[in-house]
DNA sequence: GCCGTTTTCGGCCCGACTGTTTTCAGTCG
């Protein structure tokens, strides 16, 4: 996959040109980088086609220059306009409140080249002392670096889990392998991966290893063995892989799923039965092996049920599993329908038919459609004239559909003082309000708990959408009393939402859990802005599951007829 | 540089917020 390459070079080509005063282009590289990002397929698959001129945005220049990125890695255009910016811009102005004029105000005062230097002159206090800049700049700054430093050289979970299954897909398809799965933290739903690892089977390991290090994608093999090889991949991803016998996969999966505070808690306990658990099997006091070759046995005999990998983090889950009192966690074919879906009425890509189509089609039984309120005129969002309209044509389109009931909805902004940013009466009308804040995020803490609990005691408002709006490696939580929105929350039925978009994952695990001991029913959202994106929902159920959710947590596990008042 | 159900030329997303300023520039959504 090329796709994040050409997507790369094109946004830096964009801001490069706007930083040269160019009109226009800026936007035209902008929209094709977005499009080339968001696609599915590789971009060198439409380019052997010839089909990557046909997509939107793409015209005959672009289509010209995509070509370039994809045989050569480079683009001469964009190397051109590199030489009077010789700067990593791209990752300069991932971190927030770095934009693509800052980072050539702080090349020109500071030398600034990369996050590297980046981070040392903000450290050393000189960002403060550029003319335009400021103390409370140089202070931004340093908390988007170190937004961006927890997730350097993690992958969002999302990302991982499409790679694995691609990675597996094409191993299998070598022949060489018998079991393979994914361990690791991926396996227990983290929101970021490290590296990626697999676990496998393989009659000739040997063979096996060279089909991996062989794969058209590897960039560097790092270990190359018939027990363990690792090679990074061209997306900068490191796959460990490791093949076990078969009579030991079930230990290895247990031992390489961690995580390393769970596998510390279950040896301790066979060690207390006089045995030894390690990544080859559970072996009595004589070194017999008493399980090895299936994961549930291991559990089975260390007289614990089953526990799933997203609770193993030793927070509690052996003590239930050995009382028997694991929740029953909830599962993806739970969920009946999406809370949280936008359309091209406000910024989504694909019309409100479309969506519902998706939908039914991967076999939900109801969506509610919230789309953004106008709020900034760039997203699009609906005037009150246009909700109405809305909801006058959902009622038609319902009148029209079978299989599907499409939930009338908004997706509302929560305004500073906690109120929201739609007349009650059309708040009234909808069957599905999502409160969400955009904008404001950095509110001090009791303003921002007295805000949100507003907010959740509005009569109204069925749903708080990602609630500690963070998107991860970009934006920090909202700083807030949790529990006391809660509380508030349960107390007035306001459903807390599990946002699914990969870089969301909002409320996290750990707030999951904590909601739902204070009473509070999730809402899984997918947040989906193209067809596509419903397959976020398998995500959702990934953070909800880590913070302990079963299907009676989970409010659109219920039928739409008791969804509904 | 792209695009078109008023256009193949002439448009092209803009308001809020923040931090830096003394009236605005940059970033974000």
Redesign the pocket.
Same mark, same amino acid.
């Given at each position: 996959m090329k796709n994040r390459l050409v997507a790369r070079i094109l946004y830096e080509t964009a801001d490069l040109l706007a930083l040269d005063d160019v009109?226009?282009?800026p936007?035209?590289?902008r =929209?094709?980088a977005q499009v080339v990002e968001s696609l599915a397929a590789p971009i060198e698959e439409l380019v052997a086609e010839g089909t990557h001129s046909d997509l *939107? @945005?793409? @015209? *005959?220049?672009?289509?010209k220059k995509i070509v370039e990125i994809v045989e050569t890695g480079h683009l001469k255009y964009h190397d051109e306009l590199k030489t009077k910016l010789p700067i990593d811009l791209f990752a300069l102005?991932q971190v927030? @409140?770095?934009? *693509? &004029?800052?980072?050539k #105000?702080l090349y020109d005062a500071l030398g600034v080249c990369s996050l590297v230097d980046l981070e040392r002159v903000a450290r050393a206090g000189k960002i =403060?002392a550029v003319? @335009? #800049?400021?103390? &409370?700049?140089?202070e931004?700054i340093l908390r988007g670096l170190a937004e961006t430093r927890q997730v350097e050289g993690r992958v969002l979970l999302g990302t991982a889990d499409d790679l694995a299954n691609d990675l597996i897909g094409r191993l299998q398809a070598s022949g060489r392998f018998g079991r393979i799965e994914a361990a690791g933290s991926l396996r227990r739903g983290r929101e970021t991966i490290g590296d990626l690892d697999l676990l496998a089977t393989a009659d000739d390991p040997r063979a096996a290893a060279d089909a991996l290090v062989s794969l058209a994608d590897v960039e560097e093999v790092l270990a190359h063995g018939p027990k363990k090889s690792s090679i990074r991949l061209s997306n900068g991803v490191q796959i460990d892989l490791r093949i076990v016998p078969p009579e030991s996969f079930g230990a290895a999966l247990q031992y390489f799923t961690g995580s390393k505070a769970h596998n510390i808690a279950l040896r301790k306990r066979a060690v207390a039965k006089g045995w030894k658990l390690n990544e080859y099997g559970l072996f009595d006091e004589r070194g017999d092996v008493l399980a090895g070759s299936e994961e549930a046995d291991i559990y089975d005999r260390l007289e614990l049920r089953w526990i799933p990998p997203e609770l193993r983090e030793d927070d509690g889950e052996i003590q239930h599993a050995e009382a028997g009192t694991l929740p029953q966690l909830v599962e993806l074919g739970d969920v009946r329908g999406d809370l949280h879906v936008h359309t091209d009425w406000s910024d989504g890509k694909a019309g409100l038919g479309e969506m519902v189509d998706a939908a039914r089609g991967r076999g939900f039984e109801y969506i509610a459609i919230t789309d953004h309120v106008k709020f900034?005129?760039?997203?699009?969002g609906l005037a009150s004239d246009d909700v109405r309209r809305q909801i006058d044509e959902i009622a038609r389109l319902n009148e029209t559909l079978e299989g599907i009931r499409v939930l009338t909805g908004i997706e509302a902004n929560v305004q500073?003082d906690g109120t929201l940013d739609l007349p009650d009466e059309l708040l009234a009308r909808l069957d599905v309000v999502i409160a969400s804040v955009?904008?404001?995020f =950095?509110q001090a803490k009791g303003r921002m708990t007295a805000r949100l609990v507003r907010v959740v005691e509005d009569e109204h408002v069925d749903i708080l959408g990602h609630p500690t709006t963070r998107?991860i490696g970009? =934006?920090p939580a909202v700083d807030a009393e949790w529990d006391a929105i809660f509380e508030a929350a349960a107390k007035h039925g306001t459903a807390m939402e599990v946002n699914a978009n990969p870089i969301r994952l909002d409320l996290n695990g750990e707030l999951v859990r904590r909601a739902i001991a204070a009473g509070v029913k999730l809402a899984l959202g997918t947040d989906a802005h193209a067809p596509e994106h419903f397959d976020f929902l398998r995500l959702g159920i990934l953070t909800a599951r880590r913070g302990w959710a079963t299907k009676g947590d989970v409010l659109n596990a219920l039928p739409a007829g008791k969804l509904l008042p």
């Amino acid at each position: 996959m090329k796709n994040r390459l050409v997507a790369r070079i094109l946004y830096e080509t964009a801001d490069l040109l706007a930083l040269d005063d160019v009109a226009f282009k800026p936007q035209a590289y902008r =929209r094709a980088a977005q499009v080339v990002e968001s696609l599915a397929a590789p971009i060198e698959e439409l380019v052997a086609e010839g089909t990557h001129s046909d997509l *939107p @945005g793409v @015209g *005959p220049a672009i289509a010209k220059k995509i070509v370039e990125i994809v045989e050569t890695g480079h683009l001469k255009y964009h190397d051109e306009l590199k030489t009077k910016l010789p700067i990593d811009l791209f990752a300069l102005t991932q971190v927030d @409140g770095v934009g *693509p &004029k800052t980072a050539k #105000l702080l090349y020109d005062a500071l030398g600034v080249c990369s996050l590297v230097d980046l981070e040392r002159v903000a450290r050393a206090g000189k960002i =403060r002392a550029v003319k @335009g #800049l400021g103390a &409370k700049t140089e202070e931004k700054i340093l908390r988007g670096l170190a937004e961006t430093r927890q997730v350097e050289g993690r992958v969002l979970l999302g990302t991982a889990d499409d790679l694995a299954n691609d990675l597996i897909g094409r191993l299998q398809a070598s022949g060489r392998f018998g079991r393979i799965e994914a361990a690791g933290s991926l396996r227990r739903g983290r929101e970021t991966i490290g590296d990626l690892d697999l676990l496998a089977t393989a009659d000739d390991p040997r063979a096996a290893a060279d089909a991996l290090v062989s794969l058209a994608d590897v960039e560097e093999v790092l270990a190359h063995g018939p027990k363990k090889s690792s090679i990074r991949l061209s997306n900068g991803v490191q796959i460990d892989l490791r093949i076990v016998p078969p009579e030991s996969f079930g230990a290895a999966l247990q031992y390489f799923t961690g995580s390393k505070a769970h596998n510390i808690a279950l040896r301790k306990r066979a060690v207390a039965k006089g045995w030894k658990l390690n990544e080859y099997g559970l072996f009595d006091e004589r070194g017999d092996v008493l399980a090895g070759s299936e994961e549930a046995d291991i559990y089975d005999r260390l007289e614990l049920r089953w526990i799933p990998p997203e609770l193993r983090e030793d927070d509690g889950e052996i003590q239930h599993a050995e009382a028997g009192t694991l929740p029953q966690l909830v599962e993806l074919g739970d969920v009946r329908g999406d809370l949280h879906v936008h359309t091209d009425w406000s910024d989504g890509k694909a019309g409100l038919g479309e969506m519902v189509d998706a939908a039914r089609g991967r076999g939900f039984e109801y969506i509610a459609i919230t789309d953004h309120v106008k709020f900034a005129e760039v997203i699009g969002g609906l005037a009150s004239d246009d909700v109405r309209r809305q909801i006058d044509e959902i009622a038609r389109l319902n009148e029209t559909l079978e299989g599907i009931r499409v939930l009338t909805g908004i997706e509302a902004n929560v305004q500073e003082d906690g109120t929201l940013d739609l007349p009650d009466e059309l708040l009234a009308r909808l069957d599905v309000v999502i409160a969400s804040v955009h904008s404001a995020f =950095r509110q001090a803490k009791g303003r921002m708990t007295a805000r949100l609990v507003r907010v959740v005691e509005d009569e109204h408002v069925d749903i708080l959408g990602h609630p500690t709006t963070r998107k991860i490696g970009e =934006r920090p939580a909202v700083d807030a009393e949790w529990d006391a929105i809660f509380e508030a929350a349960a107390k007035h039925g306001t459903a807390m939402e599990v946002n699914a978009n990969p870089i969301r994952l909002d409320l996290n695990g750990e707030l999951v859990r904590r909601a739902i001991a204070a009473g509070v029913k999730l809402a899984l959202g997918t947040d989906a802005h193209a067809p596509e994106h419903f397959d976020f929902l398998r995500l959702g159920i990934l953070t909800a599951r880590r913070g302990w959710a079963t299907k009676g947590d989970v409010l659109n596990a219920l039928p739409a007829g008791k969804l509904l008042p």
